[in-house]
């Protein structure tokens, strides 16, 4: 369903030092992305988004395709002013013209406070289901994200970025290494407002002092979860293929 609702606050995680530290115990992994339920296999994940007013429709038709499939969704409606509160003497504006930043405090509220424990499945608010994902993994495989590697198709050597991840899809289990990521990921907003949201996740993922991408337990989606209709690079997609569009 749809949530409307004023913005939250948030606590950040500002630091030089990595912000997971090594006396935590990452939590258990599930046993398995799928449940038994009345006697249905039922997918343990929600899907999430955030939206503003003037991307309502945009909403309808996400909540409509997710009904299709009957797949579990909550989309949320972030109204003004868009400021993040840090702390009771720190706030932030988030500037209207580049509201996507948004997006990891976003993620980092959704697992700490409004879907806590759950598996996430965010995709942006203009993206449609054309299918019903399966995320059913091996019992004994542990993931902390699932995302597209654009990177896979467009490698350059000695590129800096070695991931090239649009954050458009993530499937999210809410680890202690999951949220450090995501905590880190909004932190990088308020010195770089301006900056694209998918641009600071591969900061982010590549320049942080954790050196996320040996910690991270990262499983690889492939090109029908995050399919582009203006990008070629997904023709090879047949349309019966296709699970998310974009």
């Not at 976003?106 to 879907?115: E, G, H, P, S």
């Not at 591969?202 to 942080?208: A, R």
Request: aromatic fraction near 14%; glycine fraction near 2%; hydrophobic fraction near 40%.
């Amino acid at each position: 369903g749809l949530v409307r609702s004023a913005l939250y606050p948030f606590e950040s995680m500002i630091s030089s030092v990595c912000p997971l530290m090594s006396s935590l115990a990452p939590p258990p992994f599930p046993r398995m992305l799928q449940k038994e339920e009345d006697g249905k296999k039922q997918e343990d994940y929600v899907v999430i988004s955030w939206y503003t007013s003037n991307y309502e429709d945009k909403a309808l038709r996400l909540l409509e395709s997710c009904e299709k499939f009957e797949i579990q969704c909550v989309l949320y409606e972030i109204k003004e002013p868009y400021v993040i509160s840090l702390s009771k003497f720190q706030n932030v504006t988030i500037p209207k013209s580049n509201l996507v930043i948004m997006k990891p405090w976003f993620l980092l509220y959704a697992m700490r406070v409004l879907q806590p424990g759950r598996n996430l499945l965010y995709v942006d608010i203009d993206m449609v289901f054309r299918s019903k994902p399966k995320f059913v993994l091996s019992q004994n495989y542990q993931v902390d994200m699932m995302m597209y590697d654009f990177n896979q198709e467009f490698s350059i050597p000695n590129l800096p970025y070695s991931i090239v991840t649009p954050s458009s899809v993530l499937y999210l289990h809410p680890s202690s290494r999951t949220q450090a990521f995501v905590s880190e990921w909004a932190s990088t907003t308020i010195y770089n407002p301006f900056a694209p949201d998918d641009h600071l996740f591969d900061y982010t993922m590549e320049f942080s002092t954790c050196e996320w991408r040996s910690i991270l337990k990262i499983h690889w989606l492939s090109k029908a979860h995050v399919r582009y209709q203006s990008l070629k690079h997904f023709n090879d997609v047949k349309l019966d293929e296709i699970i998310i569009d974009h």
